[in-house]
């Protein structure tokens, strides 16, 4: 079983969890770190490590959810990720959105965190789309 961290800047990782227990239900799987001006990137490291402490409980790997690649949250992720310590897996994804979290309830059952993360990712990809106008016309009777 795969448990999720989302870590962000500012408040992202509580809305995008707020909404998607509103979309999706409870996701008793997923806790949020977010960086924040008060307590800094010391205070991040901290809550970071208790977050991870508590994803680890009779999880097989934790996947984090950060909002981008190379800011605080990803770079501390990413120091327990590749730490040779660290037990079960760790695995550091960028670009976090509501359909990719929903979806995070499709790999929750893998027990190889970089496999789960793969997959997600390729299920995910489908959602960033742009819109167009539909050129033919629906009929009312479908």
């Not at 509580?14 to 205070?43: C, D, K, N, R, W």
């Not at 991870?52 to 992720?77: F, K, Y």
């Amino acid at each position: 079983m795969i448990n999720i961290i989302i870590a962000t800047h500012g408040p992202l990782a509580e809305a995008l969890l707020t909404s998607g227990e509103m979309v999706y239900g409870a996701l008793p799987h997923v806790s949020t770190v977010t960086l924040g001006e008060q307590a800094g990137i010391e205070g991040f490291k901290q809550a970071f490590s208790r977050a991870l402490a508590h994803a680890r409980q009779g999880a097989d790997g934790v996947l984090v959810l950060c909002d981008m690649q190379s800011g605080t949250p990803w770079n501390v992720a990413c120091l327990h990720a590749f730490s040779p310590q660290t037990t079960p897996a760790v695995a550091v994804m960028a670009g976090v959105n509501l359909p990719m979290l929903l979806q995070s309830e499709e790999i929750r059952h893998f027990t190889d965190v970089q496999l789960a993360a793969a997959q997600l990712l390729e299920i995910t990809l489908p959602t960033l789309i742009t819109a167009a106008p539909v050129l033919t016309t629906q009929p009312d009777d479908f």
